[in-house]
């Protein structure tokens, strides 16, 4: 079982009422591209590559390694917690480790995937920007997105997002019938100004949640501080 669909284990099925899969409050589509939507020729993909005069190569991200908890929005009765543990790939080249559990001290042993952070433009609402990003999880076959935004204004570290709603408009919805318990639905987003709109829509809906780092168990430099870690790990 992938990541990607661990994530629609924890945030689509517990999000959707068993008795109306169609019309629902809270939603949280999987949302898909047949190819990733976003490389490194993308000024805004974490982690990335870097050099400096007394580096030979590195990876940098603006996004904290370690471990992130998604808590669900207090209204949304459907909503369950989940973790996602964050780490560099390599030395030359870069890219997010994610494992994703139920619980913290299962991550050693949960789903793996990889993929990027990724910010890909800004919104407007609650009379502020925000910086709209996206996790984009997988390579092959195509990419997965989770919705995400924070206020603009602070270029620091993240360790914190908004995790917004995945309302799939109707005309992108893919699904078939026949499959018994099974579900086949899913988002079908086919380009950068396909999924900047979808958020840009979302952003104004309440959020599914926030997934922010949780403090260190064991604090470990070489992990706590991603611009300057070792990749090597």
């Known amino acids: 079982m992938t990541m990607r669909l661990i994530?629609?284990?924890?945030?689509?099925?517990?999000?959707?009422?068993?008795?109306?899969?169609?019309?629902?409050?809270?939603?949280?589509?999987?949302?898909?591209?047949p190819?990733?939507?976003?490389?490194?020729?993308?000024?805004?993909?974490?982690?990335?590559?870097?050099?400096?005069?007394?580096?030979?190569?590195?990876?940098?991200?603006?996004?904290?390694?370690?471990?992130w908890q998604f808590l669900p929005n207090p209204d949304n009765e459907f909503g369950n917690p989940y973790w996602i543990s964050v780490s560099?790939?390599?030395?030359?080249?870069?890219?997010?480790?994610?494992?994703?559990?139920?619980?913290?001290?299962?991550?050693?042993?949960?789903?793996?995937?990889?993929?990027?952070?990724?910010?890909?433009?800004?919104?407007?609402?609650?009379?502020?920007?925000?910086?709209l990003w996206v996790l984009q999880e997988g390579f092959v076959p195509g990419s997965s997105y989770t919705l995400l935004a924070r206020k603009k204004g602070d270029e620091?570290?993240?360790?914190?997002f908004?995790?917004?709603?995945?309302?799939?408009?109707?005309?992108?919805?893919?699904k078939v019938s026949g499959m018994d318990i099974w579900?086949?639905?899913?988002?079908?987003?086919n380009s950068r100004a396909e999924l900047l709109a979808l958020s840009r829509r979302m952003l104004r809906e309440p959020a599914l949640g926030t997934l922010s780092k949780a403090s260190e168990e064991e604090p470990d430099a070489e992990t706590s501080d991603p611009l300057h870690s070792d990749p090597s790990d």
Do not use: K
């Not at 993909?45 to 991200?61: E, F, K, L, N, Q």
């Not at 790939?89 to 299962?106: E, I, P, S």
């Not at 620091?156 to 914190?160: A, H, M």
């Open 7 to 33: 994530l629609t284990l924890f945030v689509l099925c517990l999000t959707l009422p068993l008795h109306a899969e169609d019309e629902y409050e809270w939603q949280a589509e999987h949302v898909h591209a």
């Open 35 to 67: 190819v990733p939507l976003y490389t490194f020729e993308w000024d805004d993909a974490w982690p990335r590559s870097y050099t400096a005069p007394d580096i030979i190569a590195g990876c940098t991200s603006r996004v904290a390694f370690g471990d």
């Open 88 to 131: 560099n790939y390599g030395v030359f080249h870069c890219a997010a480790n994610l494992l994703v559990a139920q619980a913290r001290g299962d991550l050693d042993d949960g789903e793996f995937m990889r993929g990027l952070f990724v910010r890909i433009g800004t919104g407007e609402a609650e009379g502020a920007t925000w910086d």
């Open 156 to 160: 620091g570290v993240i360790e914190e």
């Open 162 to 174: 908004r995790v917004l709603q995945r309302r799939c408009p109707q005309a992108n919805i893919r």
């Open 183 to 189: 579900t086949t639905r899913y988002c079908a987003i």
